[in-house]
Structures are given as C-alpha cells and as structure tokens.
C-alpha cells in the first residue's frame, strides 16, 4: 500500500484553490435557505467530506454449499468486502469521480456517506458531521441519485418531488416551480410532469431523479452512476448542471460513472477502487501519465487504460484467473 | 433572506421548528392522499370489502330471537355495527402504514425517505396521520351504508365524548402502527401479511363482536392490555348511552374515565415505544444492508 499512500499525498496539492468563496446557496428561484447563516459559515472550517478507513461488509447466505473454505463459509455465508479500508478525503468545490468495476463497492460506500449504511469500522464526517451520531445534520447538507430511478411510479414526477422537496422543509409553492424549471431545462415536456411516472422511458425517470437531487441544492451531492441510460444530449445537459451547481452554490461532488469521457470532463479528481480498496487517487491527467510510464507507452494513456491497469481486468488476466479456477 | 438561528428569542424558534416539523408531516398526508388517488380502483374495491364485511356482521343481530325485545334487536344492531366501524378503522390504519412501508420498499423511495432531514417521530406522525383520516373516512362510509339497511338507535349518543374517545384511541394506534411498519421494512416479501398478526390478536381480544367477558380468563388479561378494548368499550357507551336504572342514558365523562386512562396510558406507553422499537429496526436495517431494494 506504499503505492497508494504516496499517490495520497502527491494528489493534494492538485486540488482548486478556490475554496474561500462567500458560499450562497440559492438555486434560481430559491427564495427560502435551507441553511441558516451561522451553519453556512461553519461549513468553511470543514473539508466536505472525511472518510477515515472506513469498511463494510455483508454476509450473502448463498445457499447451502458443503465444501467451502473459512468459519463463515461452513454455514453457506459469504462475506462480501463491500467496502475495505477506504480513506478519502474530499474538499469543498471539489468533484471527485469513483471509477471501479462492478461489484467493487462505489454505491456501498455512497450508502455509507449517504447514512444509508452504518459502517463496520471507520468514521465518515460530512462538513465535520459524523454520519452515524449526526445523521440528521449530515442529511440536511447532502442529497444522492442513485442508478435505478427510485420513485412512486403511479404518481407523478410532480406529485413525487413535491414530495422529497417538503421533506427538505422547501414551501410547496416553491418547489412547484422549481420542478417545472429543472425538468425542463433536462428536456422532459411540461405536460409530463403532471403525468404518472410509470409512462416514462427509463432515461427521463432518471432525469427526475436527477432533478429531486437538485432541487434541494446540497452542498455535498451523491452521484451514483447519474448518467446511466441517458441520451449523450441528456449526458450533457447533466454535466452542465453539475458544473452549475458546483460553480453558483458552492457545492461537492461524488461521481461514480462507468463513462470514462464524463469522469475525464467532470472529475477534478479520480479515484480508483478494486474490491472496496482505493487502488489510485490522482488528477486524470496523472494517472494517464503514470500509467503511460508504467507500460511503456510512447503517448498519453487513455483513461480506459488507466481503468484497466488499476482494476487489474487486462483480458489476459481475466483468462488467468479463469483457469486458476478450473483447478 | 438569510436566516439566523437566534431571531426572535426561542420560543419563536420553537414554534418555527414545530411549523417545519408540521410541514414535513404534511410530506406524507399529502402523498398518501396522491397514492389513494391514483390507486381509487382499489379503494373501491376495499371500501365495498368492508361495508359488505360490516353488513354481513351486523346481520347476525336480526337473527330471531324469543330472548330480545325489539329494543335490545336494536342495541345488539347498533353494538355490531360498532364493533365493525371500529374493526374497520383499525385495519385501514393498519393496512396504510403497512402498505406505504412495503410500496416504498419494492420501489426503493423508502432509501430517500430515510436519507431526508426528518425526524422519525415526524414521519410515522405523518404516516399515521394519513392512516387515521383515510380511517375514520371509510368507517364513516361504512356506518352511513348500515344506517340504509338497520336502524340504527342514536338518540341516547353523546358525540362529544364519541369524539374524544376517538382521539385518545387513535394515540394509541400511531403506536401501533409504528410498530407495524417495522415488518414490511425489514421483511419485504412477506412483511405486510405479518401485521396481519397483530390485528388479528386484536380482534380476538378486544371485544369486537363480543363482550370480552366470553374469554377465558388468559385471553381477558390480554385484553386489559389492548388499547381496541377501551376504545371500543368506550365507543359503545358513549354512542349507546349507558343503563341507569334499566334506561339508557347518554354516558359522562364520568362513566366513561376507566376507558380514557387505559387510553391515555396506552398513548403515552406506546407511541415512545414505537419509535424506539422502529429505531431499533432501522439501526439492524443500516447495519445490515436491509434497505437496498434487491436484497
Ligand atoms: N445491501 C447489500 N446486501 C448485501 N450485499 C451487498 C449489498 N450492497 C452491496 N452488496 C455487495 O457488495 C459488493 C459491492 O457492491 P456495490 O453495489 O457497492 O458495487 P458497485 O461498485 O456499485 O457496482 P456497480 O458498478 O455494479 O454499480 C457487491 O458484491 C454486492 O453484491
Ligand atoms: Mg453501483
């Protein structure tokens, strides 16, 4: 891990400096703040987001399979590593992406961020808010969009983002209108909005959920997989918007994508995760060098090349491990 | 329009924060009532359930007897018919809590209501809130169909007293509908038909279709410590009125206090345990990753 602890530390100082802003949080046409001055004040003495070797696992009871290895395993338990040792900082204005595999444990460890998940080990501290003993002060600062649009599909994006906004404590009449501005900046026609849910292709149920995510304006966004099954016009509608968001209301970002081109376009930087384990942290610009370095490569490498080296899926090594599990 | 913490002393900052807790509770009245909008076919179907249910009980009351004078028929009619109002608000507040709970497991909002700034005690508030309305909605409904088909003896009601028995009832079922939305969060399959269970032990219990003193007396002591049996006691004597003498009378506050301090001991027991039993289950639901929608 010697790797890793350098690439921490080397990665800092690549970090935007423009952390000292007067932060004002107000969409347009927010009237009412969802935070008070003095606690928009103390956000400033915090980076956005501390996570301090944080883990957590599962147990998967995957059936009764005789002849397994291990204590846990005898039972037809599975331990799942979702998350193994992370520590990450991230400062506010930054947007860090999340690249990985699948199954390596990015939306496990928004979860846990998110005060979804309560982590094994480790702490979590959102603007100096410690996720598991000030849910409620980490809740009010954060919102996420996870990849399966996740609503009452029989009502309405209106009736279902009403909603969450009144959750958040934003007056109705507000946040009527803010659904109608957000929705059809992403390109969902007003008179959809009124209409159930369920009748939408998957593409427009995430840009509502997109919007529910924004309509909020936190100050620490949760991104998993935000852009999954959106047209490359939609793609970039939203990356618009977060930049927006970032750029107008002082907000952090967490990005997990599996789309190179929109970590590369977002992200300030990346991290890398294999098996719940942060495996390279660093600009894009960085990594592609190193990893350029490292293979020999007489030009720049691609962000998918970085990717593959990290996550150690080369075609060749996947074939290994197939064999190694035929013995 | 930036505001500050300290503004107008705390008692307004008080008031303020109960103004926004209300809101936020309004969040689930106001979404039960856009779900039983969309969803009217099957409130229908459950409003014509019931109503039947409640006729088809109150039928047994008509059943000729040499034992009743015409007037006991209609204090027997008018017992049924109570015992089925209430049998029925407590299934549809039950039935409420239950099914948002599970609805918001299978569509995965329920990972978004709990990541939101609210308190738990404003979400079950809110949730049983909507329950309680939709309740006493379709048992008014309900008491209106019976009232085409039986007559049904009002005169010696105090509806005063009906309404606060009511009240002190429904306390005790926000309660209970807490602990009801425990089994759908942590169960998804199966969780809702689970709750069935608690009902059923209060329909066995409380009285409904018969006075408790019928049970043997293991099954009495259980029923002094349902809530359902002093509401539903207490719903009778205040709608029914109360023999003095051999007359029914409209029943006092008086008459009616060994009904409203069970109640009201029972609110108070039961909604804090609610909540710490929900507490529990989220905690084991955080640590176990039970909220993810598959599996
Ligand atoms: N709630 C849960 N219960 C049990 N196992 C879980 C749970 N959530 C995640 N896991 C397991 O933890 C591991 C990491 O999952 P996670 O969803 O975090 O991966 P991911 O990086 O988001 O993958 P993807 O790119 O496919 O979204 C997987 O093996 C997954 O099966
Ligand atoms: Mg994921």
Redesign the pocket.
């Known amino acids: 891990m010697a790797i890793l602890k350098d690439e921490l530390e080397q990665s800092s100082p690549s970090v935007p400096s423009s952390l000292t802003q007067p932060p004002e949080i107000k969409l347009p046409g927010r009237k009412t703040p969802l935070l008070s001055a003095e606690e928009l004040a103390e956000l400033d003495q915090h980076d956005a987001l501390v996570i301090d070797h944080v883990s957590k696992h ?3 009871s995957g059936g009764m399979r005789l002849f397994r290895r291990g204590d846990a395993q005898k039972h037809g338990h599975k331990i ?1 590593r ?2 193994d040792d992370i520590t990450l900082t991230i400062h506010r204005r930054e947007i860090m992406g999340v690249l ?12 846990l961020i998110s005060t979804l ?1 309560i982590p094994d080990k480790g702490t979590v501290e959102v603007f100096g808010h410690n996720v598991v003993t000030e849910e409620r002060a980490v809740q009010r600062l954060i919102n996420r969009v996870s ?1 399966e649009a996740a609503f009452f599909r029989k009502l309405s994006p209106l009736e279902n983002l009403l909603y969450s906004a009144r959750l958040y404590g934003i007056p109705a009449g507000e946040a009527r209108q803010q659904v109608f501005e957000i929705l059809t900046r992403l390109g969902i026609k007003p008179d959809r909005i009124r209409q159930p849910l369920e009748n939408m292709s998957r593409g427009m149920q995430q840009k509502v959920a997109i919007a529910r995510a924004f309509l909020t304006a936190p100050i620490l966004l949760l991104l ?2 935000p852009t999954t099954g959106l047209d490359p016009r939609s793609k970039q509608d939203v990356q618009v918007f977060v930049r927006e968001l970032r750029d107008t209301h002082d907000a952090t970002i967490l990005l ?1 994508t ?1 789309d190179m081109d929109e970590a590369e376009a977002l992200c300030d930087r990346i991290a890398i ?1 294999d098996g ?1 384990r942060i495996v390279a942290l660093d600009t894009a610009d960085a990594l592609k060098r190193r990893v350029a370095e490292q293979q020999g490569l007489d030009r720049e490498a691609t962000l998918t090349e970085v990717f593959m080296t990290y996550t150690g899926r080369d075609w060749e090594e996947d074939e290994a491990e197939e064999e190694d599990d035929d013995e | 329009m930036i505001e500050t913490k300290s503004a107008g002393g705390p008692l307004v900052g008080m008031i303020r924060s109960v103004g926004r807790e209300a809101n936020k509770s309004y969040a689930f009245v106001e979404r039960g009532w856009y779900l039983t909008k969309r969803y009217w076919a099957w409130e229908l179907v459950w409003i014509v359930y019931n109503v039947v249910n409640a006729l088809s009980i109150t039928f047994i009351a008509t059943v000729p007897s040499v034992h009743l004078t015409p007037a006991q028929v209609n204090q027997f009619i008018l017992y049924l018919a109570i015992g089925t109002a209430v049998w029925t608000y407590v299934s549809v507040v039950f039935d409420n809590v239950t099914e948002t709970v599970t609805m918001e497991r299978w569509e995965g909002t329920i990972e978004y209501t709990f990541m939101a700034p609210v308190s738990r005690l404003t979400h079950m508030l809110g949730t049983c809130l909507f329950a309680l309305l939709h309740g006493l909605l379709l048992t008014a409904l309900q008491l209106v169909v019976l009232g085409l088909f039986f007559h049904l003896d009002l005169s010696q009601a105090n509806w005063g007293m009906t309404l606060v028995i009511l009240l002190t009832g429904s306390i005790s079922l926000i309660g209970l509908g807490t602990v009801s939305a425990v089994l759908p969060m942590l169960f998804t399959e199966r969780g809702a038909q689970m709750a069935y269970i608690i009902r059923a032990v209060m329909l066995l219990v409380s009285g409904v279709y018969y006075p408790v003193t019928v049970l043997p007396g293991w099954l009495q002591a259980f029923s002094k410590v349902t809530p359902t049996t002093y509401m539903l006691d207490g719903l009778r004597q205040s709608i029914q009125g109360v023999p003095v003498h051999n007359v029914q009378q409209p029943a006092t506050i008086s008459m009616l206090w060994p009904d409203i301090w069970p109640l009201l001991i029972c609110g108070v027991v039961l909604i804090p345990l609610g909540q710490y039993i929900f507490h529990l289950a989220e905690r084991y639901a955080k640590r ?5 929608r598959n ?1």
């Open positions: 599962f147990v998967k799942v979702a998350v990985g595999s699948n199954g390596s444990g990015k939306s496990t460890l928004i979860r998940l990849v998993d997989e997990t599996h995760i719940g | 176990t990753g039970k909220l993810k599996g």
